[in-house]
T-cell receptor, first 113, second 113 residues
């Protein structure tokens, strides 16, 4: 079936460093992508999204890059803080005009003080 | 603006019982999607409701059902519970159908014994 995969299950970074979390998606026709952050005991929190007609989008301390040629998505977090420690999921919206997001398995980001 | 709320937050049931979970979307949002999250399968789409109509359904057995009310609040029901139904059930709301900018609630943790 369709799936969105993440390259690393766990990423450990030093506080203050930049983090890069990667994701490979499977459906070349997907037109919308979202990054979510999930902290322990909470639901996924919307971080940033990007549509397929863009290759880069910036938010506050976060940047999402989309490479449609290789079906790759990445989330860059600048100056990583302890509060960034969480599981990060990428999700894609296949072109079906429904509410069905397809999620990857998630990458756990650990920030070392 | 209040976020997505889900009740109850925690639930313990025994095999064979049924359960009803409730979700109130963000004010003004008319689309509600439900997801099941487990350590092994990750986040999987259950169904989406818009204007009191189920718009799409994931690959789950008929024991899983849902509905949406005129005020956009949604409920999902699981009948004849099995041990494998133990999971975090997440509700997400969005303004329109189509999965764009879905915002999640905190989830209901269901444990089946």
């Amino acid at each position: 079936g369709e799936s969105v995969g993440l390259h690393l299950p766990t990423l450990s970074v030093q506080e203050g460093d930049n983090s890069i979390i990667n994701c490979a998606y499977s459906n070349s026709a997907s037109d919308y992508f979202i990054w979510y952050k999930q902290e322990s005991g909470k639901g996924p929190q919307f971080i940033i999204d990007i549509r397929s007609n863009m290759d880069k989008r910036q938010g506050q301390r976060v940047t999402v890059l989309l490479n449609k040629t290789v079906k790759h998505l990445s989330l860059q977090i600048a100056a990583t803080q302890p509060g960034d420690s969480a599981v990060y999921f990428c999700a894609e919206n296949p072109p079906s005009n429904t509410g069905k997001l397809i999620f990857g398995q998630g990458t756990t980001l650990q920030v070392k003080p | 603006k209040a976020g997505v709320t889900q009740t109850p937050r925690y639930l313990i049931k025994t095999r064979g019982q049924q359960v009803t979970l409730s979700c109130s979307p963000i004010s003004g949002h008319r689309s509600v999607s439900w997801y099941q999250q487990t350590p092994g399968q990750g986040l999987q789409f259950l169904f989406e409701y818009f204007s009191e109509t189920q718009r799409n359904k994931g690959n789950f057995p008929g024991r899983f059902s849902g509905r949406q009310f005129s005020n956009s609040r949604s409920e999902m029901n699981v009948s004849t519970l099995e041990l494998g139904d133990s999971a975090l059930y997440l509700c997400a709301s969005s303004f329109e159908v189509g999965a764009y900018e879905q915002y999640f609630g905190p989830g209901t943790r269901l444990t089946v014994t």
